[in-house]
């Protein structure tokens, strides 16, 4: 089955700093990648839509200064969260759509746990 | 604007009991309707999806869902529950063209007791 991988599982890092999330389909093209912002004991939150080659489109409260997505590739997306605070410190899961195929679903990502110190 | 409503945070049932989880959506045309489920700390992995056609659906490890335009439901139900089903599930409405957006809804965990 299609696999998406998101590197790096775990991070730590102080605030302040900026840190990037990469999310790759391995065995298939995506144009279109989404992110999401997952909160303990919550629900998933869609951050962004990632388009291969285009901006990203953000929803409606996140900060697109904040949360930068790049989708240079068919098969890489990148979230830099930039100037980290303990705000931030979430768990980021990435998940994508495969080109080509209108069925809806979406393969995720094993997400990225994020702290900020 | 479409939305998800998982009514039980957490729901406790005995293993080898049935299980039936609840979801409602609002959404304007037919949409497309998926359950996920997700291990703690992990991504998640899809059970089922509807999109059209039969209104019974069957999914992986043995769930199936079926959807009810009158009562815009897509209840996800399992016939004997396993130790391993412990987890947290996920109910999403998919947006169809346009990228398909998919909002999920709130979760519910659960629990399985032996």
């Known amino acids: 089955g299609a696999v998406v991988s998101q590197h790096p599982s775990w991070v730590i890092c102080k605030s302040g700093t900026s840190v990037k999330i990469e999310c790759r389909s391995l065995?298939?093209?995506?144009?279109?990648m989404f992110w999401y912002r997952q909160f303990p004991k919550q629900s998933l939150m869609l951050m962004a839509t990632?388009?291969?080659?285009?901006?990203?489109?953000?929803e409606q409260g996140v900060e697109k200064d904040k949360f930068l997505i790049n989708h240079a590739s068919l098969t890489l997306s990148t979230l830099t969260v930039t100037s980290a605070h303990p705000e931030d410190s979430s768990f980021y899961i990435c998940?994508?759509?495969?080109?080509?195929?209108?069925?809806?679903?979406?393969?995720f990502g094993e997400g990225s746990r994020l702290t900020v110190l | 604007a479409q939305s998800v409503t998982q009514p039980d945070i957490h729901i406790t049932v005995s293993e080898g009991a049935s299980l039936e989880l609840r979801c409602n959506y609002s959404?304007?045309?037919?949409?497309?309707l998926f359950w996920y489920v997700q291990s703690p700390g992990q991504g998640l992995q899809l059970l089922l999806k509807?999109?059209?056609?039969?209104?019974l659906v069957q999914g992986i490890k043995g769930f199936e869902a079926e959807f009810k335009r009158s009562q815009s439901s897509f209840n996800l139900r399992k016939p004997s529950v396993h130790w391993s089903d412990a987890a947290e599930y996920f109910c999403?409405?998919?947006?169809?063209?346009?990228?398909?957006?998919?909002?999920f809804g709130a979760g519910t965990r659960l629990f399985v007791k032996a």
């Open positions: 998940s994508a759509q495969e080109a080509g195929l209108n069925t809806g679903e979406l393969f």
């Open positions: 065995d298939f093209q995506a144009t279109t």
């Open positions: 990632s388009n291969e080659g285009s901006k990203a489109t953000y």
């Open positions: 959404y304007g045309a037919t949409p497309y």
């Open positions: 509807y999109f059209s056609g039969d209104t």
């Open positions: 999403a409405v998919g947006e169809p063209g346009g990228g398909f957006k998919t909002i």
